[in-house]
């Protein structure tokens, strides 16, 4: 679970500076202040000063979180390269390893949550890849070092902080234990502290919701997150499409239809079956503009992107589910050929595209719905396929004018 939210057509990578000198004797002090100064933010969630005092002593600051840049990301990964390493063959097949492996854990938590197995196990093969690799920091010392060290979101990491050491205090983990990644995600779900608070679960009833050594208290945590957020069981999160020439491409992020809605539109599953529901709602979207792939996407989709707020990601958990349970790849290739923008040239196009006459409400770097749409209206004033995709076509097309 990530605490930064990637929202765009393809994964905004956030990058982390990792600054590995060590502390001066300066910054060791104002660090340890930093740190006692969270004191009573502890005490007021139930931390004793034992506690406290054992979890903050001697705490250094995390040298390889040590500096967090959050900022948007000059490069723009394409959504296939994306997938092709998130939905790896070797995920696939681990993850219907996994899916046998724990088959008597995941009847009781369908039973018990209501939550499809493939998308507990997708997830977790995304997260940690099926908890081979859960980082190398611990929560607590990660927590308050971009509490103390970062200068944004300190009462986020203040929270973290104190709510981690909060969980070791009731017994659930050791603080030695409390293994997460440079951003306090911890165990086999990357759940960070508050959310563990509110959403692990103690699948095998042994008083501890142990994310960290326990795989059913983690898978169950996973199921418990996605049902509390909404999850309809054995409602798939979407289906692969293909349009009718001369669809209309305005459609694509636009409102929400029922399924029936949307064949007589002209919209199929590439598969040629029937929609198992018809009136389902869902949003048709392009993940690479109207040359690749194309999605009806289902609630289920947004529940997903609770878990990680990128649509890249959903997909990626959506897809890897449907193979684990033997589905075959998208039926379209993706537009391999094309790369998206670099956030330089989403600003190039935004100035070029407000100076023609198709207002972007500002230039900004982000491709919103307002450069979508002012995207959409070039392309259609171009009799071009109005996607609304930022391409370098696109780009070019408008530099040529
Ligand atoms: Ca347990």
Redesign the pocket.
């Given at each position: 679970m990530r605490f930064f939210s990637l929202s765009l057509s393809s994964l905004t990578l956030a990058l982390v500076a990792l600054v590995a000198t060590p502390p001066t004797m300066a910054e060791a002090r104002s660090f340890s202040q930093c740190v006692a100064s969270k004191w009573p933010a502890a005490q007021r969630i139930g931390v004793t000063r034992a506690n406290f005092e054992r979890a903050t002593q001697g705490l250094q600051p995390d040298t390889k979180t040590t500096r967090l840049v959050n900022k948007q990301a000059e490069f723009v990964k394409p959504i296939w390269e994306y997938l092709d390493s998130a939905v790896s063959a070797t995920r696939v097949k681990n993850g219907r390893a996994m899916l046998r492996k724990y088959s008597n854990v995941l009847d009781e938590i369908e039973r018990r949550f209501e939550v499809d197995r493939e998308a507990v196990i997708a997830i977790w093969g995304m997260e940690t890849s099926y908890g081979s690799f859960m980082g190398d920091h611990n929560a607590v010392q990660a927590a308050a070092t971009l509490a103390c060290k970062s200068n944004r979101r300190n009462k986020f990491w203040s929270d973290q902080f104190v709510a981690a050491i909060k969980i070791a205090q009731d017994g659930h983990v050791p603080l030695s234990a409390m293994r997460s990644s440079w951003g306090a995600a911890m165990g086999h779900t990357q759940f960070i502290p508050t959310s563990w608070q509110a959403y692990a679960a103690?699948?095998?009833?042994?008083?501890?919701?142990?994310i960290w050594r326990?795989i059913?208290?983690a898978l169950a945590s996973t199921a418990n997150y996605l049902k509390k957020h909404g999850w309809r069981y054995q409602q798939t999160w979407g289906y692969e499409v293909s349009l009718p020439r001369n669809f209309n491409h305005k459609l694509a992020d636009d409102k929400t239809r029922s399924l029936s809605e949307w064949s007589r539109l002209g919209v199929k599953r590439t598969n040629g079956k029937p929609w198992p529901r018809p009136s389902d709602q869902a949003y048709l979207k392009y993940m690479a503009g109207a040359t690749g792939p194309a999605f009806l996407m289902l609630p289920n989709f947004k529940v997903i992107k609770r878990y990680n707020n990128a649509d890249a990601y959903a997909l990626a958990v959506g897809h890897l589910a449907d193979r684990i349970i033997g589905g075959g790849g998208f039926a379209k290739a993706w537009p391999r050929d094309q790369r998206p923008l670099r956030r330089a040239e989403v600003r190039e196009m935004q100035s070029l595209l407000t100076r023609r006459g198709f207002s972007t409400g500002g230039v900004d770097g982000k491709v919103g719905p307002n450069t979508r749409r002012a995207i959409r209206q070039f392309q259609s004033s171009r009799g071009l396929v109005a996607d609304g995709f930022p391409s370098t076509k696109v780009l070019s097309e408008l530099k040529r004018l």
């Open positions: 103690d699948y095998d009833g042994d008083g501890k919701r142990d326990s059913p208290d």
